[in-house]
């Protein structure tokens, strides 16, 4: 596609639900990212791919949270047992292989656990 | 680890001014610093991007300046229009860790007709 689509743009969630949050980077790029940005904040990294590979899970808050692409295209985010500190915009971001290319973000998921 | 401060927060102009975003890093070992623009409910846009060897980038009415070695940059825009409403992120990426991009938590920009 033309750019990063994410689905579903909003998700309302029970507290305790599962959620998985899905991602199609622009075709070729081998890196992705997830953020999670807090109203009024910058994003902050939560994982990152290359390829299939999941290099960098850093930034994942707890073991709720999973994040996988299998085939090297499409990632999933699943966050296990919702809590409200949950709540906000999960973003995705891919980058072609050159290093000195520019982040290309989603429009992301505003997740809402109630 | 790398922290990255905006100033101001807030920011609103009448239509035709010329203003100045401003960003800095704790860390001056970065790769590069992109600015980007993010609109209500929507991802992020990127604006710019200088690498660490270059002092600045234009494009259209948008400059970025970097000055490393103070960890400073600044996103110049000239001739504000209502349609640059928005946010303002700028974000560094490590020098070795290619990972990692931290992130401002950015300028809102309200520009009056």
Redesign the interface.
């Known amino acids: 596609g033309a750019g990063v689509s994410q689905s579903p743009r909003y998700k309302v969630a029970k507290r305790g639900q599962d959620v998985a949050l899905r991602c199609d980077p622009i075709s070729g790029h081998v890196s992705l990212f997830w953020y999670q940005q807090a109203l009024g904040q910058g994003p902050e990294f939560l994982t990152y791919f290359q390829n299939e590979a999941q290099l960098d899970k850093s930034g994942l808050p707890s073991d709720r949270f999973f994040a996988e692409r299998p085939e090297g295209s499409v990632s999933t985010l699943k966050i296990q047992r919702t809590q409200q500190e949950d709540s906000a915009v999960y973003l995705c971001a891919s980058q072609d292989p050159r290093r000195n290319s520019p982040l290309h973000f989603g429009n992301g998921t505003r997740l809402t656990v109630t | 680890k790398q922290e ?1 401060t905006q100033i101001p927060a807030a920011l609103s102009v009448p239509e035709g001014e010329n203003l100045v975003l401003n960003c800095s890093f704790t860390d001056s070992a970065i ?2 610093l ?1 600015w ?1 623009r993010q609109d209500p ?6 604006l710019l ?1 200088i ?1 660490s060897s270059q002092r600045e980038q234009t494009s259209g009415r948008l400059n970025a300046s970097l000055d490393k070695s103070s960890g400073r940059s600044t996103l110049y825009i000239a001739a504000s229009q209502p349609g640059d409403s928005a946010t303002y ?1 700028c ?1 560094v990426r490590h020098e070795y860790n ?9 300028t809102k920009l309200n520009v009056k007709p």
Do not use: E, P
């Open positions: 990255v790769y590069n992109q980007f409910g929507k991802g992020l846009t990127s991007l690498q992120l974000a290619f990972n990692k991009f931290y992130f401002g938590s950015g």
